[in-house]
């Protein structure tokens, strides 16, 4: 919940002036303003012939319907979104969502000709207590319920340590490829060998141009989930383009 329609747009152009096409070539960005700034964005990107994608922090499972202060994924497809972040751990910790109703965004989601980036994470007391893979996993496979091998090869999977996020502690590159390699594992034994090396598995917490290399360095982190250093446009470029020569 951060910067107005006008801020927006001026991170949005300094991003897009710190990148260059060689950039994009090398890596897919990209961005999640809040509801709000979502049309003012879309049409910078869209004039500007930005080769940056549109997405959104959240969405509805419902197309339409009372369910006021929601947004519904028809009318984020509209808007040219093309990535939807659901089950944040903000929303789980502070709105109340749970792994059945991100089953449902995730399935709208796909019907509505989006990608959904799922998130998945555990407590500092799950960790500290050896629950961090039962957690992961389970709110994996919960997620995805239902779903066809086809969908979840597209779908991106972003593993969030709940205590990394927006505390300056960072897992180290060790410990994030230990659980994305056990849900890349977990995808492939629930929905085959394709979907689990198709299926994008990013990394979030904390992350910032210091740690980004070490973590990509990883066989199985595709990319980041990028938060707090994504509001400084000159800090998100670097992580875009870390090991730029």
């Not at 070490?214 to 383009?241: C, H, K, N, W, Y």
């Amino acid at each position: 919940m951060n910067l107005t329609h006008l801020e927006a747009i001026a991170v949005v152009q300094k991003l897009a002036y710190s990148l260059d096409h060689q950039d994009y070539s090398r890596v897919d960005v990209s961005i999640h303003p809040p509801f709000t700034a979502l049309r003012s964005v879309q049409t910078v990107l869209d004039v500007d012939d930005i080769p940056i994608a549109l997405g959104a922090q959240n969405v509805h499972w419902e197309q339409s319907g009372a369910y006021t202060g929601e947004v519904s994924p028809g009318m984020l497809a509209k808007l040219h979104v093309r990535y939807t972040i659901v089950g944040h751990s903000e929303r789980r910790q502070h709105f109340g969502e749970t792994d059945e109703t991100v089953n449902k965004k995730v399935k709208a989601v796909a019907g509505a000709g989006m990608t959904s980036i799922m998130c998945v994470g555990e407590t500092l007391e799950e960790r500290e207590a050896g629950d961090t893979e039962a957690k992961v996993l389970g709110q994996v496979r919960a997620g995805l319920a239902g779903l066809s091998p086809e969908v979840v090869a597209g779908l991106v999977i972003a593993y969030e340590p709940i205590w990394a996020i927006g505390t300056g502690r960072t897992a180290t590159p060790g410990d994030a490829q230990a659980v994305c390699g056990s849900v890349r594992s977990a995808v492939s034994a629930d929905f085959g060998a394709a979907a689990g090396a198709s299926v994008r598995i990013q990394y979030g917490g904390s992350v910032n141009p210091e740690s980004i290399g070490a973590l990509m360095a990883e066989a199985d982190i595709d990319g980041a989930l990028v938060g707090g250093a994504s509001l400084d446009p000159s800090q998100f470029a670097r992580i875009a383009t870390y090991g730029r020569a």
